[in-house]
Nanobody
Framework: QVQLVESGGGLVQPGGSLRLSCAAS????????MGWYRQAPGKERELVAT???????NYADSVKGRFTISRDNAENTLFLRMNNLKPEDTAVYYC????????????WGQGTQVTVSS
C-alpha cells in the first residue's frame, strides 16, 4: 500500500522560512510528476509547484522566486523550501504524486499546516 507522509509544517513569522518534506513509501516501481498543493480556509485547493521525474519545475505565480521544489528520487522524497513567507501563504499543504505500484495512479498525503503570523 502506497502512502505519502508530509512533515515540516508549523508556525512562522512573516519573512521566515520553512522546509516541507513528503516521503512516499510502499510498493513503488516509479514516480512520475510530484507536486505541492495548498488549501486555505474557505478556498479551493490550488497548485503551488510541480516537478517531473526529469526535474522540470512549474510554480504558481504567487510563489515564484520565494519557493523551491525539489525531489530525491533515490529516497522517493519531495521537498518544498519556502522563503519570505507571507500571511497569505497560510494553508494546509498537500503532497501529490503520480506513482506506479503495479498500476499508475495519483496519491495524496494527509496535509501539513503552515501558519504565517506575527
Amino acid at each position: 500500500q502506497v502512502q505519502l507522509v508530509e512533515s515540516g509544517g508549523g508556525l512562522v513569522q512573516p519573512g521566515g522560512s520553512l522546509r516541507l518534506s513528503c516521503a512516499a513509501s510502499g510498493t513503488i516501481f516509479s514516480i512520475n510528476t510530484m507536486g505541492w498543493y495548498r488549501q486555505a480556509p474557505g478556498k479551493e485547493r490550488e497548485l503551488v509547484a510541480t516537478i517531473t521525474s526529469r526535474n522540470s519545475t512549474n510554480y504558481a505565480d504567487s510563489v515564484k522566486g520565494r519557493f523551491t521544489i525539489s525531489r530525491d528520487n533515490a529516497e522517493n522524497t519531495l521537498f518544498l523550501r519556502m522563503n519570505n513567507l507571507k500571511p497569505e501563504d497560510t494553508a494546509v499543504y498537500y503532497c501529490n504524486a503520480e506513482i506506479n505500484s503495479g498500476w499508475r495512479r495519483a496519491y495524496w498525503g494527509q496535509g501539513t499546516q503552515v501558519t504565517v503570523s506575527s
